[in-house]
């Protein structure tokens, strides 16, 4: 069975510390990851994509890394900021136009 | 901009009620969309998969004759709720993918709606 999972579920962080999110799958074979925050009782923001050929995605403060032959995905945050504090899904494709499957999240409170 | 919306985003009906969400695909034509909802302090899960033209697949206990799908054009879901209950009350939110590269948005990712907001009384 195909699955996500993600520790930690929750993190708390004083303001400007590194910090990095884990996301884990079964079944390597994956055809690409992403990353997304959502805002309390709000959609989706996408933040990276990695496609199972690449090891990482970079955007501004974000980078994303992929190792498919553990399974797993890293989500890093420099100089993480209160308006940080998200949740931060994982979400698993592992065929093209197909659903993906999400992680549980992690929710990140960052204190100013 | 946006490439897929969804209407209403939010919602508030009676117990007994049927409500109906629409997913549409705004810059390209999708012969399948997805449909997710989200319990609070949960994270999406999958509810079906709407075919254009043919009828939704839906995930294990999912009952299909509550959550009406209907995928009647290339840029049109909709996701009917029958017979609301306040256990209904949800983050209701669809995707879709374009079939090719072309107006800057990429064939491999699934594209989000900014989701429904259903609360049921």
């Known amino acids: 069975k195909q699955e996500v999972t993600q520790i930690p579920a929750a993190l708390s962080v004083p303001e400007g510390e590194n910090l990095v999110l884990n996301c884990s799958f079964t079944?390597?074979?994956?055809?690409?990851l992403q990353w997304f925050r959502q805002d309390p009782g709000k959609g989706l923001t996408s933040l990276l994509l990695i496609q199972s050929s690449q090891r990482e995605q970079t955007s501004g403060r974000l980078n994303a890394s992929l190792d498919k032959s553990s399974g797993r995905s890293t989500l890093y945050i420099a100089a993480s900021q209160p308006g940080d504090s998200a949740t931060y899904l994982c979400a698993v494709s592992w065929t093209s136009y197909d659903k993906v499957i999400f992680g549980p999240g992690t929710s990140l409170s960052v204190i100013p | 901009g946006a490439v897929v919306s969804q209407h209403p985003s939010r919602v508030i009906c009676k117990s007994g009620t049927s409500v109906k969400i629409e997913c549409r695909s705004l810059?390209?034509?999708?012969?399948?969309m997805f449909w997710y909802r989200q319990f609070p302090k949960q994270s999406l899960m999958l509810m079906a998969t709407s075919n254009e033209g043919s009828k939704a697949t839906y995930e294990q206990g999912v009952e299909k004759d509550k959550f009406l799908i209907n995928h009647a054009s290339l840029t049109l879901s909709t996701l009917t709720v029958t017979s609301a209950h306040p256990e209904d009350s949800s983050f209701y939110i669809c995707?879709?993918?374009?079939?090719?590269?072309?107006?800057?948005?990429?064939?491999?990712?699934?594209?989000f709606g900014p989701g429904t907001r259903l609360t049921v009384t």
């Open positions: 810059d390209f034509q999708a012969t399948t």
């Open positions: 995707s879709a993918s374009p079939p090719s590269l072309a107006g800057g948005l990429s064939p491999w990712e699934q594209y």
């Open positions: 079944d390597s074979a994956i055809y690409n």
